[in-house]
C-alpha cells in the first residue's frame, strides 16, 4: 500500500489489519529528493539554518561547521534518547513508524530517500524500536520518544525481538540492514513531530468505534435486564433536542430493541433511572465529541510536524512550530472525558442491576448472604470510574519553560497521550463488567427473550466468556470478556 493513500483514519486501520506492507509512491520519492538536494545546496552556499548548522533549541545562534553537521545529528539522537517509564505498546510504536513515515513523505524535512526508506523497512519487517512512555512535553514535538524510535537507524538503542528486548545491531543484522549515515537535518527532522502523541490519539480513535459499537449493545442488553422502558428512546423527544449524536444514540437502541419480548411486555414502573433513560443523552455527547477528535486526529495524520520546513519552490526554510502539540493535548484530553463518561453511566447501570430491584435477586447471588455474586464487581467497576475521573484532570492546561527559555510553551500532550491509554483500557473493562452482570440479570427474565440482533450478541459472548452462576474466581472471568469485547 502506498503511504499516500493512506489519508484517513479508517483506511490506516484497515490497512494495519490487512498486513500489507508499506511504500513510497513516485510523488513522495520525487518530493523527498527535492527537498534534500535544496538543503545540499544551501549549505554548499553557506546559509545559516536552524537545526542544519546551529545547535538545538537554546543554541540555535551557534553556527556548526560543515565537517561536523553529520556528527551533530547523531549528537542529537543520542543526547535525546532519555526516555523512562514504562514501555509504549508495539502496536503504537508499529503505529509511530508508520506516522513518522507519513510526515516525512511529502518532502517538507530535507531528509534523504535511504532514511525514509529504512524507516518503511523497519515498518514492513515488524523491526520496532523500544521507546518509553516519559519524556516528551509534546513540545519541541516527541523528542525523547521519538530518538528512541529512530536511533536503531543508527545501529544504536534496543529494539522489541518477540517480547524480548535487545540490541538494535541484533535484529538489524538479521534482516541484512546496515546503519544509515545520517546527513544534515535528517536527526532533528526525524525526531521533531508529533507521532508519539499522534499514534496515541489515532489508536485512541480506532478503540472509541469499538467502544461505541459494544456500549450501544452492552446499554440495550441491561435495559431488557432491568426490565426498563423503551419510550426514552423514541425519535419525539430526540428531534426537538436536536442533538445529532443524541438522535444517532436513541436510533440506536430502538433498533436494538426492536422484537425483544421483554421490552414489549407490561411495565409497572413509570420511569427509569437516569443511566437507563438518559442513555442517549450520554451516549450521544460522547459520539459528538469523538467525531470531532476524529477531525483533529485524521488532520494530524495528513500533516508535516518537524521543524524546520522546507519549501524548495518558494527558495524559503521557515523555521516555525508545526512540533507543538495543543491540538492534539487539547482533543486528547476531551477524548478521554468521553469516553470516561460511557463508563460513568455503564457503571451506575451495573449498580442498579444488582440492587435487588425489579424481579432481581440482591446482588444476582444465587444464594444471597451465604453467596456474594456481583457485589465486588461492581466495586471494582466504581474503582475503575473514579480513577477515570483522576485521569481525565486535562494535561493540555499545564506548561512548564524548557531550554533556558526558549521553549517558553508547551502542550503536554505526551502526557494527554498516555493518559488517554489508560482511560480507553478502564472503559473497556468496566463495559466488560456491565455485560457479564447484565447477562446474569438475563437469566432472571427467562424465558422470555430479548429481540434478535441482542440474543445473537449474547450467544456469540457466552460462547466464548462462561456465566458465572455461584460464587467463584471471578477476576480471569472480567479480563476475558474485556479479551473477547474489543478484541
Known sequence: MLVEHLNSIEQLKNFIQSGQQLELGENSINAINKSHAYIL????????????????????????????????????????????GDYVPQDIVRLMLLLKVKSLSYGYSGVQLVTVQRLVDFY??????????????????DLAPLSHLCLPLLGEGEVWDGNQIVDAQVVLKRHSLSPIQLGPKEGLALINGTQFMSAYGIWAQIEAEKILHNAARIAACSIDAFDARYEPFLPHTHKIRNQSGQKQAAQEILELLKGSEINQSQKTQVQDPYS????????????????????????????????????????????????HGQTLALSMDFAAIALAELANISERRIYKLIGGERGLPPFLASNAGLESGFMIAQYTAAGIVSQNKQLCTPAS???IVSSNGQEDHVSMGSNAATKLYRVVKNVQQVLAIEMLTSMRAMTYRRPKKSSEVLESYMSKFESEVRIPVGDEYLSPILRKAAEVLFA
Open 41 to 84: 545546496d544551501k549549505i554548499k552556499n553557506e546559509f545559516v539554518i536552524y537545526g542544519i548548522n546551529t545547535g538545538f533549541g537554546s543554541l540555535c545562534n551557534t553556527v556548526i561547521p560543515n565537517e561536523d553537521l553529520s556528527q551533530l545529528q547523531y549528537n542529537l539522537l543520542r543526547s535525546h534518547a532519555c526516555g523512562t
Open 124 to 141: 514492513n519487517h515488524n523491526v520496532l524500536p523500544v521507546v518509553y512512555q516519559q519524556g516528551s512535553l509534546g513540545a519541541s514535538g
Open 276 to 323: 437507563f433513560r438518559c442513555i442517549p443523552q450520554v451516549h450521544g455527547a460522547s459520539i459528538d465529541a469523538l467525531k470531532h477528535v476524529e477531525r483533529i486526529m485524521t488532520d494530524e495524520l495528513n500533516a508535516v510536524t518537524d521543524n524546520p520546513n522546507i519549501f524548495p519552490d518558494d527558495d524559503m526554510v521557515i523555521s516555525g512550530g508545526n512540533f
Open 397 to 399: 492546561v499545564d506548561s
